[in-house]
């Protein structure tokens, strides 16, 4: 499985972006799809996570700002940002897990730069 994170840039505090995460496989193949983000200097933390389902989680930093969503039939997640705030900067990844046979297995994208400005 491919991930190919886009929609990273550079945006004002209290602006929106909105990052997409094409998916190389069908998404009905996939177990949980979330958003990662890493700031310089700071571990890599969840600020969105989807599961087959539909359950979502927002970490409380994001939440009510932060929506991902997905979309089966162009194999695609996206992570609606709003109310961006200078602390948001971070390298953004896309990650996603499959269940086979007992075993769980990981991808990850490449990453995509948010940077926000005061």
């Known amino acids: 499985v491919q991930l190919q994170a886009s929609g990273g840039g550079l945006v004002q505090a209290g602006g929106s972006l909105r990052l997409s995460c094409a998916v190389s496989?069908?998404?009905?193949?996939?177990?949980?799809m979330a958003w990662y983000r890493r700031a310089p200097g700071k571990q890599r933390e969840l600020v969105a996570r989807?599961?087959?389902?539909?359950?979502?989680d927002y970490p409380d930093s994001v939440k009510g700002r932060f929506t991902i969503s997905r979309d089966d039939a162009k194999n695609r997640v996206t992570l609606q940002m709003v109310s961006l705030k200078p602390e948001d900067t971070a390298v953004y990844y896309c990650?996603?897990?499959?269940?086979?046979?007992?075993?769980?297995?990981?991808?990850w994208g490449q990453g995509t730069q948010v940077t926000v400005s005061s």
């Open positions: 989807t599961i087959s389902g539909g359950t979502t």
């Open positions: 990650y996603v897990d499959q269940k086979y046979m007992g075993d769980l297995y990981t991808y």
């Open positions: 496989a069908s998404l009905h193949s996939i177990n949980a």
